[in-house]
């Protein structure tokens, strides 16, 4: 079954300001490189959305070396929250004020 990818405010925030970070630190190719990642795991998570590692009623999906996605299921509606795509490289303890 496949499920319905629902984008939250925070979710499509992040995502445009890792888009721009990659940009900026290194250039269009890579730009488009991570958004070919993203499709191709997004793909992935609707088939299958327990691909991720579950901690805290959050699973988190690593997209790339430097970039995770966090996101929750909703078993009832067939749905999946996206919630954040974070940065590895930043501060952990901010994360957890994100989630």
């Given at each position: ?55 805290n009623n959050k699973y988190s999906l690593t997209i790339s070396k430097q970039a995770t996605l966090f996101y929750r299921i909703n078993e009832k509606q067939k749905s999946i929250e996206l919630l ?16």
């Amino acid at each position: 079954m496949i499920y319905k990818l629902y984008w939250t405010f925070k979710a499509e925030s992040s995502y445009y300001e890792e888009i721009e970070y990659i940009y900026l630190k290194w250039n269009i190719k890579e730009v488009i490189k991570f958004e070919d990642l993203v499709s191709t795991e997004l793909g992935r998570l609707i088939q299958n959305p327990t691909i991720g590692r579950l901690s805290n009623n959050k699973y988190s999906l690593t997209i790339s070396k430097q970039a995770t996605l966090f996101y929750r299921i909703n078993e009832k509606q067939k749905s999946i929250e996206l919630l954040l795509f974070w940065n590895n490289q930043k501060n952990p303890e901010e994360l957890n004020k994100l989630l």
